[in-house]
């Protein structure tokens, strides 16, 4: 075949993949779009929380927005907010449009990689199959769907360039390809600023490759030093400039082995020095796998512990998300065993097998790493059991019933199918049909954007809104106010909020969220440490707190307002929420848990059900398992359409657990007295608020906005 036609034909392979790739990735569109509560301002809303971050990354370039917001003051360090903003700046589109279509246009970019590393083994086959399953991998679709958006979208991507670019450098003893490599290693923490660990333990396991079995070449020790140096952490202009005229160097002049050897062993040292390599990856590590978080002999809560995609899974979980399916992932174990076999240098995509195993432990986040590079492993496999047969047809055959078998589950978790096949529920654990497709909600509802929308409009920009770090993004964008805590600030200072949200002191909520954002804009540090740790020692935080909370404290002017969001949906989480607070941090010692339950509500005959729970209403007791737990109170309570709660209340003994019945959203919660008297619940439902402390600004089923005097 000549070199044009092989080009054209690799041009059509990508071209193919990456449509594929991008209409399946848009399913969500066609799901969501049948929902009015998902739209605002004519478009529908992104489903990631933390695209908001960019989001207001790009309204400040944009617009100008944001201008007194801490946390966005080097914006122009997050590749994803600029791209985002120029895209915008020129196309005829709006940045919500943007935000919506980018993750399945940037993300299908995967399958270029993905093939051209077929091509570069003579196979092309094997990379544009591999390529229709890396594309939408089960864990790359759901991080890079429409409306994702996110940098996920260029986390599992530009590996696989980096990938590519190694394997040829190693195949070809190419320089150009490094380089290549280099420059891609340079971008990558501009677009996936977590992502050193990843380039670091690839760019070790090439240099172990190399060093093991062409130690005798001086392509070995030329790509060291190159590498190691793209590796370095040096200010990124200074290091194109360096890995640039070490290309050119390199490639110009000849030098003596020897000296090679030396410079290469003198770089890689400076890059584990510099790099704090086994540092960072081991910090990623214990940050995924401890509870606790120690900070001057304070012992805060791990945010990690608590974070759903960071949370120990089932292995079936991780194989299914990697692959599609249990079976896939022996079939794609076993292809990967078989490729280092005749291909040694495959060695270098271990770390991004590794990682994706990693998730067992760490999180179902790390999985999406493994998705090509599984999918290059699953085909590979496919491509030599093929190889058995001499009939071109039956080769061809069996690489393609293979590819779509390994497909199969992958492409029913985006679409759904066989709703009423009932013998796939007995193969699900090892090769699950999905009935239904992955679906999930945006962010917020139009109803809660409105709300915002009004707060931005009784605001100003340097305004501070206290609420839980879950909606610290959305909050930016919509609201235009600040947050002390956010999606990427959030781990000492939670406990503050925490305790504001929980405490039944509401003076202690009021004096402490002053406090707090006082003390942040002041100093634009974490604050909790500022308050709990004097002269390098911890002081007693509960005795801070008491006085904090009393009438005789003063809280200082932030010389801005504050106000408390109360947003309806913090109820899924509120235990999770309150978990921070609970544990003295001097001693380390965790809280009894508290008693909390939500679900929808069903009345049955004399009973009530929340959820699995059985009410006894003559009996006024609550069924839990064989256990009948009295009622204390019982709270049937209702809001109208300006967000005013009306409320029966019902005290029925001294002593037992609350019911609340939330008629606005046909849900129930059972919860004992710590939840029931938190700032959170009596300001939420029963409008039970200080005069003296707080106004009532924004009044809604949706969300409850007080301002603190």
């Not at 130690?215 to 990124?236: E, H």
């Not at 002041?522 to 904090?548: C, H, M, W, Y």
Request: positive net charge; contains cysteine; proline residues 4%.
């Amino acid at each position: 075949m000549d070199k044009s036609h092989s080009t054209a034909l690799t041009l059509f392979a990508i071209v193919v993949a990456y449509l594929f790739s991008y209409y399946l990735h848009l399913h969500w569109i066609s799901w969501a779009s049948h929902n009015p509560e998902f739209f605002w301002n004519g478009q529908l809303m992104i489903n990631n929380v933390d695209g908001y971050f960019f989001g207001s990354g790009a309204q400040k370039i944009l617009y100008h927005m944001h201008l007194d917001n801490p946390r966005l003051e080097s914006i122009w360090r997050y590749g994803t907010a600029v791209i985002t903003a120029y895209v915008v700046k020129l196309l005829p589109i709006s940045l919500d449009t943007a935000m919506l279509y980018l993750p399945p246009v940037i993300s299908s970019l995967v399958v270029i990689p993905v093939i051209l590393i077929g091509r570069l083994y003579g196979n092309l086959l094997w990379g544009f199959l591999s390529a229709l399953i890396a594309g939408i991998g089960w864990s790359y679709y759901n991080r890079t769907l429409a409306g994702y958006y996110d940098t996920d979208m260029f986390s599992a991507m530009l590996p696989m360039f980096i990938l590519y670019f190694l394997l040829a450098s190693v195949r070809y003893r190419s320089l150009n390809y490094l380089l290549a490599a280099s420059l891609t290693v340079i971008l990558y923490p501009w677009l996936y600023d977590q992502g050193l660990s990843i380039v670091y333990a690839m760019g070790i396991m090439m240099f172990l490759y190399l060093v093991m079995f062409h130690r005798r070449g001086k392509f070995t020790y030329q790509a060291i030093i190159l590498f190691s140096f793209a590796l370095m952490p040096i200010f990124w202009v200074v290091k194109l400039f360096l890995v640039v005229i070490l290309w050119y160097l390199l490639e110009k002049y000849e030098t003596e082995l020897k000296k090679l050897q030396i410079a290469a062993s003198v770089s890689f040292l400076a890059f584990l020095l510099l790099g704090n390599v086994f540092g960072i990856i081991l910090h990623k590590v214990f940050s995924y796998t401890t509870s606790s978080e120690n900070v001057g002999g304070l012992h805060f809560l791990n945010v990690n512990e608590t974070v759903r995609e960071a949370g120990k899974i089932p292995f079936e979980v991780v194989a299914n998300r990697i692959i599609g399916s249990l079976l896939g992932l022996v079939i794609a174990v076993a292809g990967y065993i078989l490729l280092v076999m005749r291909q040694k240098e495959f060695i270098i995509a271990l770390p991004l097998w590794g990682i994706g195993f990693f998730a067992y432990w760490g999180g179902l986040r790390f999985t999406v790493y493994a998705v090509p590079i599984a999918a290059l492993s699953a085909v590979y496999f496919f491509i030599w059991l093929s190889e058995k047969f001499d009939s071109q047809k039956l080769r061809l055959a069996l690489a393609t019933l293979g590819t779509l078998f390994i497909l199969a589950p992958n492409i029913t978790h985006i679409t759904g199918c066989c709703q009423k096949v009932a013998w796939l529920d007995s193969i699900k654990s090892f090769y699950p049909l999905k009935s239904y497709p992955y679906l999930t909600p945006t962010t917020f509802y139009k109803s809660e954007v409105a709300l915002l929308d009004r707060l931005n409009k009784k605001s100003q920009p340097k305004d501070y809104a206290i609420t839980w770090w879950d909606y610290g993004y959305p909050i930016w964008y919509y609201g235009d106010v600040n947050t002390l805590i956010d999606g990427g600030k959030h781990n000492e200072d939670n406990f503050l909020v925490s305790k504001i949200l929980t405490t039944p002191n509401q003076r202690l909520a009021a004096n402490l969220s002053k406090l707090s954002i006082k003390v942040y804009t002041d100093t634009n540090r974490s604050v909790a440490p500022q308050l709990f740790i004097k002269d390098g020692k911890p002081i007693d935080v509960e005795k801070f707190l008491a006085r904090v909370g009393s009438k005789e404290y003063k809280a200082p002017d932030p010389k801005r307002e504050i106000y408390l969001l109360l947003p309806h949906r913090m109820f899924d989480i509120f235990p999770t929420v309150a978990y921070f607070s609970q544990r003295d941090l001097n001693s380390g010692q965790v809280d009894t848990r508290h008693f909390f339950y939500k679900n929808r509500i069903a009345k049955r005959g004399d009973k009530l059900f929340i959820g699995q729970l059985a009410i006894d209403l003559k009996r006024a007791t609550i069924l839990i398992g064989n256990r009948e737990i009295p009622i204390k109170n019982f709270y049937i309570v209702g809001m109208d359409a300006n967000g005013k709660s009306h409320f029966k209340e019902q005290h029925v003994r001294n002593g037992g657990l609350n019911v609340i019945v939330d008629e606005s959203f046909a849900e129930g919660l059972i919860v004992d007295e710590y939840y029931f008297k938190s700032t959170f619940f009596q300001m939420y439902f029963f409008d039970r608020y200080d005069l003296k402390l707080f106004e009532p600004v924004i009044m809604s089923p949706w969300m409850k906005i007080y301002k603190i005097k």
